[in-house]
């Protein structure tokens, strides 16, 4: 995908980090219920994703609940998490990415 120099729309983005993030195993996005951040605009909103811009960057926190095994750790996760988000939004916008906040609202053991 080719990268914009334009801003992207904030909801554009927040999918982005959704779809990608729930493809990586062991990391799951809460749904609303449980979700304490969004990314919201007229008429829609995404659950677990928040997207904010400050002083032309991007700034991303994410909602996660984790599952652990003898194999995966939260450092090892986030930083999966981290590399794929940030892989994810450079691929559709050229815009400086501040942060990556994680949020991990539940850590489920596996054994």
């Not at 996005?29 to 919201?40: H, I, L, N, Q, Y």
């Not at 700034?59 to 984790?66: A, D, K, S, Y």
Request: no cysteine.
């Amino acid at each position: 995908m080719t990268q914009s120099l334009h801003p992207i729309d904030e909801r554009m983005i927040a999918k982005v980090v959704l779809e990608n993030v729930s493809r990586i195993p062991r990391v799951e996005v809460p749904s609303r219920e449980k979700a304490d951040v969004s990314t919201v605009g007229p008429g829609w909103r995404v659950w677990g994703v928040g997207v904010h811009r400050v002083a032309g960057a991007l700034n991303i926190e994410i909602n996660l609940t984790v599952t652990l095994d003898q194999k995966n750790s939260i450092p090892s996760l986030s930083t999966r998490v981290r590399r794929k988000v940030r892989t994810a939004i450079q691929s559709l916008t050229a815009e400086e990415i501040r942060w990556i906040n994680l949020r991990i609202l539940d850590v489920l053991l596996k054994d």
